[in-house]
């Protein structure tokens, strides 16, 4: 079964930093575009960022709610693709999702279990 596992969330200060890591098992995620999510308490999902199977600088999304302050990369060696989260704010506290499409544009297929993130003021 192909799954998806988010790690690295915690309790941070506000303006601190958190590097989350999604780790695929079962498959490689060398051939998927992997999306970034977050769901806060009594709120939407939100998509926060994409990155192209190649890791294609061309072809990153960020939503206009962290651009400048996240950042994704991945490492397909390592099966993982990351989320770097620097000048977090108390409005970033959400349950943060990693998931992966078949292509660029196209519909999620598999998703992770979430890590929760919450930032302190």
């Known amino acids: 079964q192909m799954q998806l596992v988010e790690s690295g969330g915690g309790l941070v200060l506000a303006g601190g930093s958190l590097r989350l890591s999604c780790v695929a098992s079962?498959?490689?995620?060398?051939?998927?575009?992997i999306g970034w999510f977050r769901q806060g308490p009594g709120e939407e999902r939100e998509e926060l960022s994409c990155?192209?199977?190649?890791?294609?600088?061309?072809?990153?999304y960020y939503a206009d709610s962290v651009k400048g302050r996240f950042t994704v990369s991945r490492d397909n060696d390592k099966n993982t693709v990351f989320l770097e989260m620097n000048s977090l704010k108390p409005e970033d506290t959400a349950v943060y999702y990693c998931?992966?499409?078949?292509?660029?544009?196209?519909?999620?297929?598999?998703w992770g279990q979430g890590t929760q993130v919450t930032v302190s003021s």
């Open positions: 990155i192209d199977d190649n890791g294609n600088d061309a072809s990153v």
């Open positions: 079962s498959f490689s995620m060398e051939h998927y575009a």
């Open positions: 998931a992966a499409a078949s292509a660029w544009g196209t519909s999620y297929d598999y």
